[in-house]
């Protein structure tokens, strides 16, 4: 994990959370002091609950934390007791798609075609407020699928506090092989101009320009697609390499989909930090992600999501043949080594649903206390962000949420939210 801590921080959501514009500006008076009084806290670093803890936040930060009777109780402070909950980190989804919406709603490609960037955006904008109802406070939002700058400028309204939602790490347009995604040109008339759902690029002129172009209108992240379909376009080594060493001068870093061996391989050796999806992955190319420090994103609720809408699984019973091979390569990934963080692709399915990918990862053999680190402190560091995030230290940024009961007996507890807070502002309060 140590190899993620040089990276500097870009996130303007941490910087400007206190932006002073806006419906929801600045609320967090920096000398207010908040205690909180939950049954226990979810100590990230350790793996473990700490019965009868407390939480004092002042501003916009965790001040201490520990023994409830221990800390003490300053005059003026506002108490808030949340009997037989369960305090937690803000949980962080690595994986999201704010522009996107289920697809048994809308198949994706229509999606992209019928629907208007006005309406996506608006759409957006609801997903946003849904995930951080839900608990979740840090996305890393991995492509707007032709929705434009969508991703940029909500993760912009939302730092500014003009809309609710989490702090987002944004991929903007994402950049794929020319003739290597969808929805145009395959399938309709050569002289009718279907959008593609990332930007096209070929050689490693192209590439270095896309990274640029998308690094210029505010993206945190790259990614790219190191393979879609084994019958279409893929970067080569040269053009990943092109893409890494462009994103790295600028201190960020590549998200890399790719399910094939050949991509994931590709990918790896390139210097990408995460490999998405990785359906088809092997152990050689787990133990080379393991050796390389690449961390891995299942995406395993969105794979339940789609074989639900093929028909193929009904949610509580068994799983399909599809769950099962992802779930089989999960175990493969685990095996090796590989640090594994919770990124859900959500947008595949409901926003605020994301918890759902704790609940698969625990099917593939996580216990529930690696689960909830997946989604907390692992992903704070493989995001860069841990010395903010990810865990309910003094000094951090008091995002954290309260559910009832206890997750680690009993993951549907993550479903009945009762407290969350962001940047020591209260969102969701009992
Ligand atoms: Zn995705």
Not at 154 to 182: C, H, K
Not at 255 to 279: D, K, N, Q, W, Y
Not at 351 to 379: C, F, K, P, Y
Request: net charge negative; hydrophobic share 45%.
């Amino acid at each position: 994990m140590q190899r993620f801590r040089h990276w500097v921080l870009l996130i303007p959501g941490l910087a400007c959370t206190l932006a002073p514009t806006g419906v929801l500006k600045a609320q967090t008076d920096l000398d207010s002091v908040t205690i909180l009084l939950p049954a226990r806290v979810f100590d990230a670093e350790a793996g473990s609950m700490r019965d009868d803890w407390a939480v004092i936040i002042k501003g916009d930060r965790i001040q201490a934390v520990g023994p409830a009777e221990q800390l003490g109780r300053s005059a003026g402070a506002v108490v808030i007791e949340l009997p037989g909950a369960t305090l937690l980190p803000g949980l962080i989804d690595a994986h999201s798609h704010v522009t996107l919406h289920p697809y048994d709603e809308t198949p994706w490609a229509d999606q992209v075609v019928r629907e208007s960037l006005e309406e996506r955006t608006i759409r957006a904008v609801a997903h946003a407020r849904a995930s951080l109802l839900s608990g979740f406070t840090l996305l890393r939002d991995l492509g707007a699928e032709g929705a434009g700058q969508a991703d940029v400028s909500l993760r912009d309204a939302i730092a500014a506090g003009i809309v609710p939602g989490p702090r987002l790490l944004v991929a903007s347009r994402a950049i794929v092989a020319t003739g290597g995604y969808s929805p145009g040109p395959r399938g309709y008339a050569w002289n009718i101009d279907i959008p593609i759902a990332a930007q096209e690029a070929t050689g490693t002129d192209e590439m270095r320009r896309a990274v640029r172009e998308q690094i210029a209108l505010g993206a945190d992240w790259i990614k790219v697609y190191a393979d879609t379909r084994s019958d279409l376009p893929a970067p080569t080594a040269e053009e990943l390499e092109a893409i890494v060493d462009e994103a790295s001068r600028t201190g960020r870093r590549v998200a890399a989909h790719a399910s094939t061996p050949a991509g994931m391989r590709r990918a790896v050796l390139a210097g990408v930090a995460t490999i998405e999806h990785g359906f088809h992955g092997t152990t050689e190319v787990f133990d080379l992600m393991a050796k390389h420090g690449v961390a891995f994103y299942p995406t395993l609720a969105a794979v339940a999501a789609n074989e639900e809408y093929a028909g193929r699984f009904t949610p509580g019973e068994a799983p399909s043949a599809r769950i099962l091979q992802v779930l089989d390569v999960f175990r493969l990934a685990r095996r090796a080594g590989v640090i594994i963080g919770l990124g859900s692709d959500v947008g595949v399915f409901d926003h605020g649903d994301s918890r759902i990918e704790l609940d698969w990862m625990v099917r593939g053999g996580m216990s529930l206390t690696e689960a909830l680190q997946a989604a907390t402190i692992v992903n704070a560091e493989i995001l860069g962000v841990d010395e903010q995030l990810g865990s309910i230290t003094a000094g951090k940024l008091a995002d954290l949420v309260a559910v009832a009961g206890n997750p680690t007996d009993d993951l549907s507890a993550l479903r009945d939210v009762v407290l969350v807070m962001k940047g020591g502002h209260l969102v969701v309060q009992p």
